[in-house]
């Protein structure tokens, strides 16, 4: 299973034709893999079966609070959706934002379990919210069936951040290291690029160029440095935005937090899609798009090929494809009778 980070570099050493691995660090190549890798997973979400782009999830509402965040990948209730309070035989009604409202406004005080939903907010980081009313008098847990899902949003890892020694006296020895991470409602990202070594003494490192993500679901970056002479990068802090760019580190090495996500635990959205689509349409559709792109060849030469092959892969990942079933012994089902034979003399 690869990471969005990972397949785009992948793509990027194999399908630029460059001979060269500085391809991978390079940011406007990266920001063109970034778009095409978005692209083929449109196009990747518009060809998954219902089944894939639907789900259940839960909504906490606290107590005399007026809504709560949806889970991260909700979308819309589409035609079929439903919310339930937990533990009650029934789904609460759907009210469009302005008839919820007026009825709010009219019993501003009232409390009791709500019988009536909306959706009209989202957070910052754009998650939906939905609003309930009456206005619960205790914490509640709304159950959400069959909602539609949103595609999920891709974040390449971070490039390496500018590094430089602070002549200010400071608790930083070196030599050391600094990588970046993007944090977002799902998770965070791997660690990023490794940054440059400096090799402050007693000293201050000042940190420039902070990556930043093009994804508005990106609420904050991780700062990680190694210790002295060290390989593992460890917490810093974390910096809770997407527009900061500068940082000053005095952080002594027996401060230092955990250790950086690694591939296997990080959520870059590629891993939403089974893992077998990872090498085989995303990459490799991504490396036939860059070719394309360097022989200013259309794409559409390749598509039709890779669509058949997004079909058949999605149809091999059926709900219910590879579940055993025990099947009647031959001739013993029902309405069948077993011919009796006999031998003739």
């Known amino acids: 299973m690869l990471t969005t980070g990972e397949a785009i570099t992948t793509a990027l050493r194999h399908g630029t034709n460059q001979g060269s691995e500085a391809v991978a660090y390079d940011e406007q190549l990266r920001l063109q893999a970034h778009l095409y890798l978005r692209e083929l997973r449109n196009e990747v979400y518009t060809l998954a079966p219902y089944w894939w782009k639907h789900g259940d999830g839960q909504v906490t509402v606290s107590a005399n609070a007026e809504r709560g965040d949806c889970p991260a990948d909700f979308a819309h209730f589409g035609t079929h959706g439903q919310v339930w309070l937990e533990g009650m035989q029934r789904a609460l009604v759907w009210l469009d934002p302005d008839q919820l409202e007026a009825l709010r406004q009219t019993s501003p005080g009232q409390r009791q379990d709500p019988a009536h939903y909306t959706l009209k907010q989202q957070t910052a980081a754009g998650i939906r919210q939905i609003d309930v009313w009456p206005t619960p008098g205790r914490a509640i847990v709304l159950l959400l069936k069959n909602y539609a899902k949103i595609s999920p949003e891709l974040i390449d890892v971070p490039l390496a951040p500018g590094v430089a020694v602070n002549v200010t006296a400071g608790l930083v020895n070196g030599p050391v290291t600094y990588r970046v991470t993007y944090v977002h409602p799902t998770g965070t990202t791997e660690g990023g690029f490794i940054s440059a070594s400096v090799s402050p003494v007693l000293q201050q490192a000042n940190l420039s160029q902070i990556p930043l ?93 890779w669509r058949r092959n997004v079909r058949r892969m999605w149809a091999d990942q059926r709900s219910d494809r590879h579940i055993p079933r025990a099947m009647p012994r031959y001739g013993g089902g029902q309405g069948i009778t077993r011919r009796r034979w006999r031998l003739l003399s």
Request: hydrophobic share 40%; net charge negative.
């Open 213 to 305: 993500s093009e994804s508005r679901r990106v609420t904050g970056r991780g700062i990680y440095r190694t210790i002295a002479g060290g390989a593992q990068h460890k917490l810093v802090t974390t910096i809770a935005d997407n527009v900061t760019t500068t940082l000053v580190d005095n952080l002594a090495d027996g401060s230092l937090g955990v250790d950086i996500p690694t591939p296997s635990t990080a959520a870059t959205g590629l891993e939403q899609f089974p893992a077998d689509f990872h090498e085989q349409i995303f990459v490799g559709g991504l490396i036939a798009m860059l070719r394309a792109a360097t022989k200013q060849v259309p794409f559409s030469m390749f598509s039709e090929d």
